[in-house]
């Protein structure tokens, strides 16, 4: 599957630009997930990410290309420890998966899908309040001043988020990139429609529904992404 592939190609040519820290994978350090979404009041907050007017901007890729060849945290911008007010924010994950075409059972296909676009709503940090808008595809966090005290760190957000992905059988590798850095997330913010027209398609043509294309609404998105018409005819 290389439908995300130019996105991710942008994604990384943006990232490379304005420089990246990477954080070590091995031995990291799970910070504590408390099973449910935490409510963090403003007067117990050190700051929020992509709130108070601040861009943001959230989308996940997958590809089959071996573009991910390991597991990996980037961080773009100052880490959660270098912050003292609101700022500016993007989560962007890459997985390297299983080839979901060369699978006869679409039932594990569409499952598989669902199961990483679940990930996102079901990781819960302390002292990382967290909120998804699939509508929008921003992501805003706040973060307690007890966290900031007890050392939290994107690479410990970002093994913690590692881990889930990891139980996914189809997911051999990922990348998890925070940025809090003004100008990239909002080079990054166009991106993320596009990333959301083609999981929208693609599902569509993992429920194997007959389509005349012709008359389909995501006609537009089958003829500008490379591979996305042949799955589309391949499954009827």
């Not at 299983?98 to 679940?118: C, G, M, N, P, V």
């Amino acid at each position: 599957m290389k439908l995300y592939d130019s996105i991710i190609e942008k994604t990384q040519t943006i990232l490379h630009s304005a420089g990246t820290t990477s954080f070590p994978v091995q031995g990291g350090r799970i910070w504590k997930d408390t099973g449910e979404s935490e409510l963090i009041f403003a007067r117990d907050a050190a700051f929020e990410l992509g709130g108070s007017q601040n861009p943001s901007v959230n989308y996940t890729c997958v590809t089959t290309s071996g573009i991910i060849r390991q597991d990996e945290i980037l961080c773009c911008g100052p880490d959660l420890q270098q912050l003292n007010t609101d700022s500016p924010f993007a989560r962007i994950v890459l997985l390297e998966v299983e080839d979901l075409r060369e699978t006869q059972d679409s039932e594990k296909a569409y499952d598989t899908i669902r199961s990483i676009e679940y990930v996102k709503y079901h990781v819960f940090p302390a002292g990382y309040m967290v909120r998804v808008s699939a509508a929008t595809n921003q992501e805003q966090v706040r973060v307690s001043r007890s966290a900031v005290k007890a050392g939290i760190s994107f690479r410990y957000i970002g093994y913690t988020y590692i881990r889930k992905y990891r139980k996914i059988p189809a997911v051999k590798h990922v990348r998890v990139i925070f940025v809090t850095d003004r100008a990239v997330v909002q080079q990054l913010q166009p991106l993320a429609g596009k990333v959301d027209d083609i999981t929208k398609t693609l599902t569509h043509i993992l429920d194997g529904l007959p389509t005349d294309c012709g008359h389909c609404s995501m006609k537009s998105v089958c003829d500008e992404v490379e591979g996305m018409r042949e799955m589309h005819l391949g499954k009827h």
